[in-house]
Nanobody
Framework: QVHLVESGGGLVQAGGSLRLSCLASTRTFANYSMGWFRQPPGKQREFVGAISWAGGGTHYAGSVEGRFTISRDNAKNTVYLQMNSLKPEDTAVYYC?????????????????WGQGTQVTVSS
């Protein structure tokens, strides 16, 4: 089991940027594909993007493509979500999740370990 802790959320104006971090407590972080998900107020949790364990390929939801970038630093057991050109509709609780040797295209239910989430609020 992987313990995940997100950080970096907060309040930002539309058009601004934030970088979220997710620290994983595992010696085998490099073997995990990592995903970012979000849950807007009153809505279901949705996929934001993911980065694969092998090669670091990425995949994004259409709503964030070109604005958000996922990266990882295996030496630091950390995955990042750089969010630029933020919009009010990006307001949500953001979660990172781990998927052992999964694909960056894996569905949500294949992610076995989840963080507690961090709030991102974008004001108009």
């Amino acid at each position: 089991q992987v313990h995940l802790v997100e950080s970096g959320g907060g309040l930002v104006q539309a058009g601004g940027s934030l970088r979220l971090s997710c620290l994983a407590s595992t010696r085998t972080f490099a073997n995990y594909s990592m995903g970012w998900f979000r849950q807007p107020p009153g809505k279901q949790r949705e996929f934001v993007g993911a980065i694969s364990w092998a090669g670091g390929g990425t995949h994004y939801a259409g709503s964030v493509e070109g604005r958000f970038t996922i990266s990882r630093d295996n030496a630091k057991n950390t995955v990042y979500l750089q969010m630029n050109s933020l919009k009010p509709e990006d307001t949500a609780v953001y979660y990172c999740a781990a998927n052992l040797r999964g694909s960056r295209y894996s569905p949500m239910y294949e992610y076995t370990d989840w963080g507690q989430g961090t709030q991102v609020t974008v004001s108009s």
